[in-house]
């Protein structure tokens, strides 16, 4: 069971305040019946709510994915810049959505967001070592021994080791890159311990999920249920 100001405002109609004022003013039904309390409680899966005739299509966890564009931040909130929860519909920050990792400003391409948080932690949690493949185009002379490089693990700057990884030279300076972990700007700085400049750089896929191709920047769609559970297959 659910109150109702709660499962309307998760489903992006309005703040308890708001949702409060709805039904005051007989703008919401339970089952056709007026609902004046906005402390009633429903069970979503058996009971039909209406806003203004519109039926309340309920649903506890979203999964999407978005093709994000340069530009913009993946995170909830920023002062400065837009971010990735700025090209979604109110409802999905209602429904307290959030990005699955991150991606730097100015790389693009496939975003998970979600607000099931344990689907989330499996995903990007690194006993998991959930794979993404990156297209890299860079700038630098290609080191000869540079796969050898990347299969034994690259110790950036830093000294830190990074896991093996996997880098195909798919154009001139172009390379499409997996990795099983998620360090900060890892795929940038793994470049940059070979002598290799990034100047661009777009996640293809995540586990077994690749991105719809037909999604412009900035796009995005719902996981059909049988994509769900692809981030988490190998490749």
Same mark, same amino acid.
């Given at each position: 069971?659910?109150?109702?100001?709660?499962? &309307?405002?998760?489903?992006?109609?309005?703040?308890?305040?708001?949702?409060?004022?709805?039904?005051?003013?007989?703008?919401?039904? +339970? #089952?056709?019946?007026?609902?004046?309390?906005? @402390?009633?409680?429903? #069970?979503?899966?058996?009971? %039909?709510? /209406?806003?203004? @005739?519109?039926?309340? =299509?309920?649903?506890?966890?979203?999964?999407?994915?978005?093709?994000?564009?340069?530009?913009?931040?993946? /995170? !909830?909130?920023?002062?400065?810049?837009?971010?990735?929860?700025? &090209? *979604?519909?109110?409802?999905?920050?209602?429904?307290?959505?959030?990005?699955?990792?991150?991606?730097?400003?100015?790389? !693009?391409?496939? $975003?998970?967001?979600? #607000?099931?948080?344990?689907?989330?932690?499996?995903?990007?949690?690194?006993?998991?070592?959930?794979?993404?493949?990156?297209?890299?185009?860079?700038? @630098?002379?290609?080191?000869?021994?540079?796969?050898?490089?990347?299969?034994?693990?690259?110790? $950036?700057?830093?000294?830190? =080791?990074?896991?093996?990884?996997?880098?195909? =030279?798919?154009?001139? #300076?172009?390379?499409?890159? !997996?990795?099983?972990?998620?360090?900060?700007? =890892?795929?940038?700085?793994?470049?940059?311990?070979?002598?290799?400049?990034? %100047?661009?750089?777009?996640?293809?896929?995540?586990?077994?999920?690749? $991105?719809?191709?037909? $999604?412009?920047?900035?796009?995005?769609?719902?996981?059909?249920?049988?994509? +769900?559970?692809?981030? *988490?297959?190998?490749?």
């Amino acid at each position: 069971m659910m109150r109702i100001d709660k499962l &309307l405002g998760h489903s992006g109609y309005g703040t308890r305040r708001e949702i409060k004022v709805l039904c005051r003013h007989g703008d919401v039904t +339970v #089952n056709g019946a007026a609902c004046t309390d906005s @402390g009633v409680k429903v #069970n979503p899966a058996a009971d %039909t709510v /209406a806003v203004r @005739g519109e039926v309340v =299509q309920y649903r506890e966890f979203y999964y999407l994915m978005l093709n994000k564009p340069a530009g913009v931040v993946t /995170a !909830t909130e920023d002062k400065r810049s837009e971010t990735v929860l700025d &090209l *979604l519909p109110p409802l999905f920050r209602a429904a307290r959505l959030f990005p699955v990792g991150r991606l730097d400003k100015d790389t !693009t391409g496939l $975003l998970l967001l979600t #607000n099931d948080g344990a689907w989330a932690h499996n995903i990007i949690t690194p006993k998991n070592s959930v794979t993404k493949v990156y297209v890299a185009e860079t700038e @630098g002379d290609v080191p000869a021994d540079l796969n050898e490089r990347f299969a034994a693990g690259i110790i $950036l700057a830093d000294g830190l =080791q990074c896991l093996p990884a996997d880098i195909r =030279q798919i154009r001139e #300076n172009t390379f499409e890159i !997996t990795v099983c972990e998620g360090k900060f700007h =890892q795929v940038k700085r793994m470049c940059a311990a070979v002598d290799l400049h990034v %100047t661009a750089l777009h996640r293809r896929s995540v586990g077994a999920l690749a $991105l719809d191709e037909s $999604l412009a920047p900035g796009a995005y769609r719902m996981l059909a249920d049988k994509e +769900v559970i692809l981030p *988490l297959l190998g490749q």
